[in-house]
């Protein structure tokens, strides 16, 4: 059904007076449908319009002479004592004499059974300046009249109990069913955007649940919510009853037609008719329920079985009750509201205490699922020091980086003052998230940190996959009305699940809340997290220092003794008169042991420092660099390969020199050691290679490689070259590297936050690969 | 010039180091013998006369990882000592540390060397380094200051 935005619409009626009874079946716009002037009343009572200075019937229902015995004709012009006998006028002018007679329909005789008219029940009001009478038949009782206001003090103590908004409405309904017997009784609760929710409901056991349905907004169009919100109550007691139009459709003395806003009987909307008329509905009451000047919900009773005329005294009781209930339901949502804080505070803290004694903020893990209970979302995710943490049901990793990206770049998001984002449609603001709407149709966004480095992200699923047709999927179809099956519950809420696609249940201002405390709470962790990691890292500079002054201590009084023993052996060996020459060997074995322990020495010092000299991060032309290794390398090797290849000339990159220089010398001259071929060739180079495209870090970054064809290493063996004085061959061999060599590149190249690996297999040479991300590493 | 004019102070606590300089001193033909504190703290207290006689070397040889004040210290109060401060100090240590090598030239230092674990090598090293200082290189008239002083 199409709103009456778009479609300029000129109505068949023209500029003429409206009358549903004629014009009704040409309706085809909800919205226009002038619901507050139908024209015409339900058949099973009269109205008259009098003027109200003298009580001259000036308009009247076209079915006067059915319950009056006079026409409509005979009427118009006449005083209305004519009608309602002398003592009955004149309780109606000391009535309007009182005031307070304006919208405010008042039940206030009933007319006695004359020879030509039945008994009759008196209501009357003022629209407009005009005095309206409706006259209706009295309700035939086969009993006593219950005590309804008796009931209705019952039904509201009843009220009361109710310790959650639903269980306060399933009270209301149940209630409302056992005042009035309606076969189906609905609490039917507007959404903020409009559409409708069965959000409790009691019913014949026989009928078909409508529990938990969602309706569009037009089902109940505008008009119709505009009636609600100055009406308590709305009888249709017999629907798709006769009609009665005014004679004339408009008041002579002011050409306008009767507002019937608080006619009882009023007659009903032809889209509300054909709903019913659809549904089998023979009778329908609506209540309505409100906050303020806003209409909350109605209370939708439906009776299938008969029509139900409802006496003067129940809607009475009826309306009261409206009117109790909508006092108390914000008292009850309150409550609810109220239970919930409690227990998303109890919640938080718990979870404080839980990350307080881990002492770590991945704590938070554990008090993860009843997280997503209190904030009634399907999933959440946390990013914290560059890790999600996935709990429930959310989108993938990639894709939550792409989201990250994202936000990152809202200006909500951004600065120090950062602010929650909350959507119930996430796909609106961001295009891919179309991809993940099932998960995340809802996203509540929580910024940690500023620019999105610590971040708390809250996932709902997609409204729609909550969504379930509670009838039974056989139900024949029934002989629906002019406008087909739209008006129809089954119809209209496959309707309402089309236009709810890719949007998830909204986040309540109290959820916000909720977030928004959890999240100063979060944001507490992540500050004492980084106190404590400042208190870890003046530990581990104090253990540095320590370490220091240990490698310190180790070089001088290690190799104090050292220098000793290897002076006593050279002096015992330049002693003449020792001739034996094993025992030479022997002396000169151990001197050659203080030298090579001598060189492991330095290796630990030289292992110890590269890990604690702070790195000075610039543009460094790593052509010029590799220059000085191989010049530092030529400088210690007797035999220079015959072939350095250097494919291109290498890049600039944002690094510390001599760190890197000291990885190439490492490098080239290990390609150099392990190699026995008698043309050794040294090949370095880079490649060019991306992040991967999910990946936050997705540019570009260079993979520099030194490959020799060496003797190669063992794949098995891959791991263990990089750590400190693992050898793979022989003292003695090859140069006798103490191996710590490749423990320091990978040392340095650790410190740049790069890579090192290395491709390698026997006879096939070797070729190490090593990455530097320094940028990143500057901002350590 | 006195005869303690020509001698060498060796600062040294351990008894093979020192008698690797000893045995270069002869290698060198160095006539006087040669003075040795343990500490750092024997060291000033020789330079300072606080045994009663002024006593001025050629030069200090100073190993920097002595017991007590250590090697650093002495070299920072001599060259905080008006009358001392020009005496030529050079480090002999076992540390090839950076940080110590900067600092002991940043207090003042004329030379820092490394002590080689191999003999021969330790040997060839001071027997160089005491003929550069004492017959190479020229050295300044510290005396007279020095008796100015006290």
């Known amino acids: ?780 | 010039m006195s005869s303690a004019r020509r001698s060498v102070l060796v600062v040294e606590d351990s008894d093979e180091d020192f008698a690797t300089v000893d045995e270069a001193a002869k290698r060198a033909s160095f006539p006087n013998p040669l003075h040795r504190a343990n500490t750092g703290g024997e060291c000033l207290a020789l330079l300072r006369g606080e045994a009663g006689d002024g006593f001025l070397p050629a030069m200090v040889l100073l190993d920097l990882n002595t017991p007590g004040l250590d090697g650093r210290e002495a070299l920072a109060a001599i060259r905080s000592d008006v009358a001392l401060g020009a005496l030529p100090v050079v480090v002999l240590s076992t540390s090839a540390n950076p940080v110590d090598i900067a600092e002991c030239y940043a207090l003042g230092a004329n030379a820092y060397h490394v002590k080689p674990v191999q003999y021969p090598e330790h040997l060839k090293l001071v027997t160089e380094l005491l003929t550069y200082w004492l017959t190479t290189s020229v050295l300044p008239e510290l005396e007279e200051i020095h008796e100015r002083q006290s």
């Not at chain 1, 308009?59 to 004592?81: D, F, I, K, M």
């Not at chain 1, 609106?428 to 709407?437: L, N, Q």
């Not at chain 1, 020799?708 to 090859?734: M, T």
């Open chain 1, 1 to 780: 059904m199409s709103s009456g935005a778009d479609i300029p619409s000129t109505p068949v009626w023209n500029d003429g007076p409206y009358s549903v009874k004629r014009y009704g079946v040409s309706i085809t716009n909800c919205d226009s449908e002038p619901v507050q002037t139908p024209g015409c009343i339900q058949a099973h009572g009269v109205l008259f319009v009098l003027r109200s200075s003298d009580l001259t019937i000036l308009q009247v229902s076209e079915n006067a002479e059915r319950w009056l015995g006079r026409s409509p004709q005979a009427l118009l012009g006449q005083p209305v004592v004519g009608v309602l006998g002398a003592s009955a006028e004149r309780r109606l002018r000391s009535w309007l004499r009182e005031g307070s007679t304006e919208h405010n329909p008042r039940h206030l005789l009933t007319l006695e059974a004359t020879d030509a008219q039945p008994e009759l029940e008196l209501t009357a009001h003022t629209s407009d300046g005009a005095t309206v009478i409706e006259l209706e038949p009295p309700i035939p009782t086969d009993v006593s009249a219950p005590d309804y206001y008796a009931l209705v003090g019952h039904s509201v103590g009843r009220l009361q109990g109710g310790q959650t908004l639903q269980h306060f409405c399933q009270t209301v309904t149940q209630e409302v069913r056992r005042l009035t017997g309606f076969d189906r009784v609905m609490v039917y609760k507007f959404h903020e955007d409009g559409h409708g929710e069965v959000f409790s409901e009691s019913r014949r056991d026989d009928l078909q649940s409508w529990l938990g349905l969602h309706y569009p907004a037009e089902d109940i169009p505008k008009p119709a919510r505009e009636i609600f919100k100055q009406l308590w109550i709305r009888p249709v007691p017999e629907v798709g009853a006769e009609l009665a139009e005014l004679i004339p459709l408009t008041n002579p003395d002011t050409g306008k037609p009767l507002t019937m806003t608080f006619c009882a009987l009023r007659g009903p909307s032809v889209m509300y008719t054909e709903y019913l008329q659809n549904m089998g509905v023979k009778a329908a009451l609506t209540l309505s329920i409100r906050r303020g000047e806003m209409l909350w919900g109605l209370i939708a009773c439906h009776h299938y079985s008969a029509s139900m005329q409802l006496p003067h005294a129940m809607r009475a009781a009826c309306e009261l009750f409206a009117q109790v209930v909508s006092l108390q339901h914000h008292a009850a949502e309150e409550q609810e509201h109220h239970q919930h804080r409690i227990e998303a505070d109890r919640i938080h803290q718990e979870l404080l205490a839980a990350v307080t004694s881990a002492g770590e903020f991945t704590a938070v893990a554990a008090s993860m699922s009843h997280l997503l209970k209190v904030m009634q979302v399907g999933g959440a995710a946390l990013f914290h020091e560059r890790r999600w943490s996935m709990f429930g049901t959310t989108p993938t990793e990639s894709e939550l980086d792409g989201l990250r990206r994202w936000l990152r770049d809202q200006p909500s998001f951004m600065g120090s003052n950062a602010q929650l984002f909350a959507t119930d449609s996430l796909s609106r603001h961001y295009a891919p998230a179309e991809g993940f709407a099932e998960s995340a149709s809802g996203l509540l966004a929580v910024p940690l940190a500023i620019n999105a480095k610590s971040l708390m992200l809250w996932f709902r699923p997609e409204l729609v996959r909550t969504l379930k047709w509670g009838g039974n999927p056989d139900e024949k179809p029934m002989v629906t009305g002019p406008h087909g099956p739209r008006l129809t519950p089954r119809k209209s809420f496959e309707l309402f699940v089309q236009s709810v696609r890719l949007t998830s249940r909204p986040w309540q201002q109290f959820e916000l809340e909720a977030a928004n405390r959890l999240r100063i709470l979060l944001m507490q962790l992540v500050v004492s997290q980084v106190e404590r990691l400042t208190e870890l890292n003046a530990e581990l500079s104090r253990s540095n220092e320590e370490l220091d002054a240990f490698a310190y201590v180790a070089s001088h009084d290690l190799k104090e003794p050292l220098r000793g023993i290897n002076k006593y052996a050279h002096q015992l060996l330049e002693d003449a008169t020792l001739g034996d020459a094993d025992q030479r060997k022997k002396l000169d074995r151990l001197m050659r042991l203080t030298v090579r322990m001598d060189s492991l020495l330095d290796s630990l010092l030289q292992f110890s420092r590269v890990g604690r000299v702070a790195l000075r991060f610039e543009e460094v032309d790593l052509a010029e660099v590799l220059a000085e290794a191989v010049e530092i390398v030529e400088a210690r090797q007797s035999e220079w390969p015959t072939d350095l290849l250097v494919q291109r000339r290498l890049p600039i990159e944002r690094c510390d020199r001599s760190a890197v220089r000291e990885v190439f010398v490492n490098l080239l001259s290990n390609a150099l050691k392990y190699n026995d071929k008698p043309r050794r060739i040294i090949e370095v180079g880079y490649v060019v290679a991306s992040g991967s495209e999910d990946s936050l870090d997705a540019r570009q970054h260079n993979v520099y490689f030194v490959r020799d064809n060496g003797f190669g290493i063992h794949p098995r063996h891959h791991q263990h070259v990089f750590k400190i004085f693992r050898r793979l061959h022989g003292r003695d061999e090859h140069g006798g590297g103490n191996g710590a060599g490749l423990t320091i590149v990978k040392k340095i190249v650790e410190r740049h936050r790069g890579e090192v690996w290395v491709e390698s297999s026997p006879g096939q040479g070797s070729t190490f690969f090593f990455t530097l991300r320094c940028e990143e590493a500057g901002n350590e």
